[in-house]
């Protein structure tokens, strides 16, 4: 059966001062996800942006889902914000919230789709004791904090037993792959698992998004 694959470009390598133009670029030259990634300078050494982009984004005209992963930390006093901005997917860390099911709520509760995002050095045990609550779970294939790192290739490990769990489970779940993600690998990471493909550098730093895109799509219908 032919798999159903998310190419969701990161908007934190676009070119903000024009990035209503950006986004909807990507759109058109066919991504699917519009991804956040929002760091605190808190859980990770670094500070991006909040919920008044997203809605920015959505004032601007941009209909397609937008995926938010949080690396911050507290995470539920942004939650309500980002649903009230326009988020379609909102996934945060297990280390950075006090109860994880209570954080899944909220989410839920805000009328939002629900994930969790695991680093490369954060244990499964996350994912399995909460695999029934989720939508979406981000793989880290880097340390998150910088844009434009080297993808980690022991991570493909961890992402084929998740994409286990997923089948077994018998639940629609994305499988989203996050870091270091670029045309030429993007087919080889399929292969582990992944179904959602976070890609910023490796989009928004090339000339041509069309046809970065169109290489993905090709490199992928051959996984």
């Known amino acids: 059966m032919q798999r159903d694959f998310k190419i969701a470009p990161s908007i934190l390598s676009a070119d903000f001062a024009r990035l209503g133009e950006e986004v909807e670029s990507v759109i058109q030259c066919g991504a699917d996800f519009v991804h956040f990634d929002v760091m605190d300078n808190h859980y990770v050494p670094n500070l991006t942006f909040g919920p008044v982009i997203c809605e920015s984004l959505r004032n601007y005209g941009i209909e397609a889902p937008i995926d938010v992963h949080l690396m911050v930390e507290p995470v539920d006093r942004l939650i309500s ?44 045990s996350f994912i399995e ?81 069309q046809k970065t895109i169109d290489t993905m799509r090709d490199n992928l219908s051959a996984a």
């Open 129 to 209: 004791d909460h695999l029934e609550s989720i939508d979406i779970i981000t793989m880290m294939s880097v340390f998150p904090g910088f844009a434009g790192q080297s993808f980690i290739p022991e991570v493909l490990d961890k992402l084929t037993l998740t994409r286990q769990m997923i089948d077994d489970s018998n639940r629609d779940i994305y499988l989203e792959i996050d870091g270091g993600v670029k045309a030429d690998n993007i087919g080889d990471i399929a292969k582990y698992g992944a179904d959602v493909f976070v890609s910023g550098s490796g989009i928004f730093g090339t000339e041509d998004y």
């Open 81 to 124: 914000d980002f649903a009230k901005a326009g988020a379609t997917y909102i996934s945060f860390h297990p280390e950075a919230t006090e109860d994880i099911s209570t954080t899944l709520n909220l989410i839920k509760e805000e009328g939002c789709k629900c994930g969790l995002a695991i680093n490369p050095d954060t244990p499964l």
